[in-house]
Nanobody, 120 residues
Framework: QVQLVESGGGLVQPGGSLRLSCAAS????????MGWYRQAPGKQRELVAG???????HYPDSVKGRFTISIDNAGNTLYLEMNSLKPEDTAVYYC??????????????WGQGTQVTVSS
């Protein structure tokens, strides 16, 4: 059974920093890409950072230059370094992996989410 578990959320003042982590575990055959998404109250879930197995990254303009996505050498822990945080970054942040389990078809797997609140 594949699991994605996020950690690192919390309350931070505007201009502050947070680092989110997402650990993938279980019977995983291959991870093709991973990403961080967020969903604020009353809004649609949106991509904030993505990374492929080859290391290519992409960010929307709203976070470019402030957020950095990375993955550990083992390829199963995803990070999101968030700097210069703004109140509009407040949301539940979700980790997603495009992966193939050892048994079963390739698909998207989601974590349970971690709350990030930016407020003074």
């Amino acid at each position: 059974q594949v699991q994605l578990v996020e950690s690192g959320g919390g309350l931070v003042q505007p201009g502050g920093s947070l680092r989110l982590s997402c650990a993938a575990s279980g019977n995983i055959f291959n991870i093709y890409a991973m990403g961080w998404y967020r969903q604020a109250p009353g809004k649609q879930r949106e991509l904030v950072a993505g990374i492929t197995s080859g290391g290519s990254t992409h960010y929307p303009d709203s976070v470019k230059g402030r957020f950095t996505i990375s993955i550990d050498n083992a390829g199963n822990t995803l990070y999101l370094e968030m700097n210069s945080l703004k109140p509009e970054d407040t949301a539940v942040y979700y980790c997603k992996a495009d992966l193939a389990p050892e048994l079963g078809p390739r698909g998207d797997y989601w974590g349970q989410g971690t709350q990030v609140t930016v407020s003074s």
